[in-house]
């Protein structure tokens, strides 16, 4: 079944806003991961957070946690242009062979 | 630094013809490798993983299979596509530990 599920499915945004994007996950795991996905290009890892983690920071870009929910958000501050991608959350549940991705989120950021 | 190299980029192929993608990775050693398939405008979905030479795990039962004839190289195949075989294929790599997955830049697929 699916493990991450991204919300909103699409968002649309002005240069310099921010954009916040939601991964909810069903079981129990051992890290969450972001990453970045360019039209018809691979995904790029943006940034990890372990289980024990609340919170992490890389950049413009802020991460949250919250293992009682089973969510996670990723804030991307002061957007640009180039933000423009798909993002997707994805779960390790602690074996580190099947990561489980969502989705993802569209995001546009239009100059 | 890790690389993935995969070929081709882009592929037409007729139903029923066989399909061989390869994917070669440089910059490290021992890596686990994966075969992802993703539908348009949808996540990822895994097909195979490897953890070592000639040892393939498959996650979903479908007529593709794939092999790890050397520690850096991953071959996905299939002896007859079908139309629902369409997709961008990408193959990525992790190292030892909760590392994560490093892709490279897809095949596109297209079974017609």
């Known amino acids: 079944s699916q493990q991450g599920e991204e919300d909103p499915q699409a968002l649309s945004i002005q240069e310099g806003e921010n954009a916040t994007m939601n991964c909810s996950y069903k079981?129990?795991?051992?890290?969450l991961q972001w990453y970045r996905q360019n039209s018809g290009r691979g995904l790029v890892h943006l940034i990890l957070?372990?289980?024990?983690?609340r919170e992490k920071h890389s950049g413009r870009l802020r991460v949250t946690l919250d293992t009682s929910k089973k969510s996670s958000s990723l804030l991307i501050t002061a957007s640009r242009a180039a933000d423009t991608a798909s993002y997707f959350c994805?779960?390790?549940?602690?074996?580190?062979?099947?990561?489980?991705f969502g989705p993802g989120t569209r995001l546009s950021v239009l100059p | 630094s890790q690389t993935i190299h995969q070929w081709p980029a882009t592929l037409v192929q007729p139903v029923g013809s066989p399909l061989s993608l390869e994917c070669t990775v440089e910059?490290?050693?021992?890596?686990?490798l994966y075969w992802y398939r993703q539908a348009a405008g949808r996540g990822l979905q895994l097909l195979f993983y490897?953890?070592?030479?000639?040892?393939i795990s498959s996650e979903v039962p479908q007529n593709l299979s794939a092999s790890r004839p050397q520690d850096r190289q991953f071959i996905l195949s299939s002896k007859k596509l079908l139309l629902s075989d369409s997709g961008f294929y990408l193959c990525?790599?992790?190292?030892?530990?909760?590392?994560?997955?490093?892709f490279g830049n897809g095949t596109r697929l297209t079974v017609t």
């Open positions: 957070i372990r289980s024990n983690e």
């Open positions: 994805a779960t390790d549940q602690g074996y580190g062979q099947n990561f489980v």
């Open positions: 910059g490290t050693s021992n890596p686990n």
């Open positions: 490897s953890v070592g030479i000639g040892q």
């Open positions: 079981t129990s795991i051992n890290n």
């Open positions: 990525a790599l992790t190292g030892q530990g909760y590392s994560p997955l490093h």
